[in-house]
């Protein structure tokens, strides 16, 4: 009913066949108003157009409309599962590949929208979609499928190679048939975590000045911080190291000119990207551990391979330092003569390090040995007259090294933690009083100066000691050192 003009509109509808198009829609319009005035039949005609059996892959044809076939990874989403569309009906390959996660051959897996191609309806939108699959086709259409299995992965998984066959009855024959290849198990390779200081440096052995470290699994996440899984299985690792600088019998021979051992890979390394431009060293390995890698800058090189046969990749910079202190032995059964020489008439000996030393070692090389003792303060005057007075107000200044100790112990690798300026006083002059041993102009440098330890006052570290009368029936403490 028209509720402005009060005419009644009625229609009604022939349906027939027709060969250019599916079916046609005869629709016959009728007008009355209200004072029973007719007016005569309009004839709409509706077409309807069957869908074709085209896909709508950018890779397969020009005409990607909705009116073409497609396949899509169906709901619901966040599964394990991925598409990849493949080749146009009348090529030779797979029209549609779906692969599932699985760590078993769980056809259960396979859901009915991931491997059904599909028409979009006319009124498909967003937030309405009409997604109208094949089978479902009321259009004379019927669909049969054949599987054939391949088992893979020793049974962990399979492989299933569908052919859709699309029935016209129209045509009273089989007009398409889709090539659909459905896998199911693991095809992911490992995947590697690291902690949150990984990888780090590793120290040299206690006997040697090289590193010993596993390969192992478990191993190289003691190590290293660097822990090797997988989703499903994990089988084996392969470990390679790349290093820097070459050492023969502890002297280094050849030092590579690239600083980063990383350059860029070719597009067929791209994946991995483990390109590196350091030398490949093989060394031993005994008992799942890689001996003998030198101190320096290395890279490592993990090659891990699950259950499956998929494989990952993974490549980080180590280092391997001398964090191993030498072992100092001191003669506990010194005995030492004074004597007037050296133009002292009250009695005056010098005791080398060489002389105090009783087998010290490092597992690298002693790079020097150095000597101190205490001095008991009766002792001063005979450190002022031999020329410690450095800075020449006649008594010894040593550096308060009790405070500064801790500090020393915490930035390590020789870093003095004393300023140059806490050597100086306000106007220039020199604080403390100590021995200029390298010859830089100062005695601002580790082992120069004289400091404390538990409140006694201890010489610099030199290549002899001093004694002095001073000494006689003293208790005298010496410290052997070395590097």
């Known amino acids: 009913m028209d509720g402005q003009s009060g005419v009644l509109l009625l229609y009604r509808h022939r349906v027939y066949a027709r060969w250019l198009h599916y079916a046609k829609i005869e629709r016959e319009w009728v007008a009355t108003d209200c004072n029973g005035m007719r007016a005569d039949a309009y004839i709409q005609n509706i077409y309807f157009k069957r869908p074709a059996l085209d896909l709508s892959f950018d890779s397969a044809i020009d005409d990607d409309s909705d009116d073409d076939l497609r396949f899509?990874?169906?709901?619901?989403?966040?599964?394990?599962?991925?598409?990849?569309?493949?080749?146009?009906?009348?090529?030779?390959?797979?029209?549609?590949?779906?692969?599932?996660?699985?760590?078993?051959?769980?056809?259960?897996?396979?859901l009915h929208d991931d491997v059904t191609p599909f028409f979009t309806g006319?009124?498909?939108?967003?937030?309405?979609?009409?997604?109208?699959?094949?089978?479902?086709?009321?259009?004379?259409?019927?669909?049969?499928?054949?599987?054939?299995?391949?088992?893979?992965?020793?049974?962990?998984?399979v492989k299933i190679d569908r052919e859709l066959y699309v029935f016209d009855w129209c045509e009273g024959k089989v007009v398409d048939t889709f090539h659909i290849l459905i896998k199911i198990g693991d095809f992911e390779g490992p995947k590697y975590d690291l902690a949150h200081h990984a990888p780090y440096d590793?120290?040299?052995g206690p006997m040697d000045c090289t590193a010993a470290?596993?390969?192992?699994?478990?191993?190289?996440?003691?190590a290293f911080g660097v822990e090797i899984k997988d989703n499903c299985n994990l089988a084996n690792v392969s470990v390679s190291v790349y290093t820097k600088d070459r050492y023969v019998k502890g002297i280094l021979v050849y030092s590579h000119p690239d600083e980063d051992g990383f350059i860029a890979c070719d597009d067929d390394d791209e994946e991995d990207g483990c390109c590196i431009a350091w030398e490949k060293v093989d060394y031993a390995?005994?008992?799942?551990?890689?001996?003998?890698?030198?101190?320096?800058?290395?890279?490592?090189?993990?090659?891990?391979?699950?259950?499956?046969?998929?494989?990952?990749?993974?490549?980080?910079?180590?280092?391997?330092k001398d964090k191993i202190a030498p072992v100092m032995k001191c003669d506990d059964d010194l005995h030492i003569s004074l004597s007037n020489a050296n133009g002292y008439v009250n009695g005056?000996?010098?005791?080398?390090?060489?002389?105090?030393?009783?087998?010290?070692?490092?597992?690298?090389?002693?790079?020097?040995?150095a000597v101190r003792r205490n001095v008991p303060t009766a002792c001063w005057a005979s450190y002022i007259q031999k020329g410690y007075d450095s800075n020449g107000n006649g008594k010894i200044d040593p550096v308060d090294f009790d405070n500064a100790q801790a500090k020393f112990d915490e930035l390590g690798d020789n870093i003095w933690p004393i300023s140059d300026g806490d050597f100086l006083n306000s106007d220039g002059?020199?604080?403390?009083?100590?021995?200029?041993?390298?010859?830089?102009?100062?005695?601002?440098?580790?082992?120069?100066?004289?400091s404390t330890k538990g409140g006694k006052v201890m010489t610099p570290l030199q290549d002899a000691v001093d004694f002095f009368c001073c000494d006689l029936n003293e208790r005298v403490t010496i410290e052997l050192w070395g590097s």
């Open 72 to 110: 899509e990874i169906g709901e619901p989403g966040g599964r394990p599962v991925e598409g990849e569309e493949g080749v146009e009906l009348d090529e030779v390959g797979y029209n549609w590949t779906v692969t599932y996660q699985s760590c078993t051959a769980d056809k259960s897996l396979i």
């Open 122 to 157: 006319y009124f498909d939108t967003g937030s309405n979609p009409r997604k109208i699959y094949i089978d479902k086709l009321e259009c004379n259409y019927s669909v049969t499928t054949k599987d054939t299995e391949f088992p893979i992965c020793g049974g962990k998984g």
């Open 202 to 204: 590793i120290s040299t």
């Open 213 to 222: 470290f596993p390969v192992t699994i478990p191993g190289i996440k003691s």
């Open 285 to 320: 390995i005994m008992n799942g551990q890689m001996i003998g890698v030198p101190i320096g800058r290395h890279i490592m090189k993990i090659e891990a391979f699950d259950g499956c046969y998929n494989a990952s990749t993974y490549c980080f910079e180590f280092e391997v």
């Open 348 to 369: 005056y000996a010098q005791v080398t390090a060489e002389d105090i030393d009783e087998g010290s070692w490092d597992n690298c090389k002693l790079a020097w040995i």
């Open 429 to 450: 002059s020199q604080k403390y009083d100590g021995i200029d041993i390298n010859g830089d102009g100062d005695i601002n440098d580790r082992g120069e100066a004289f």
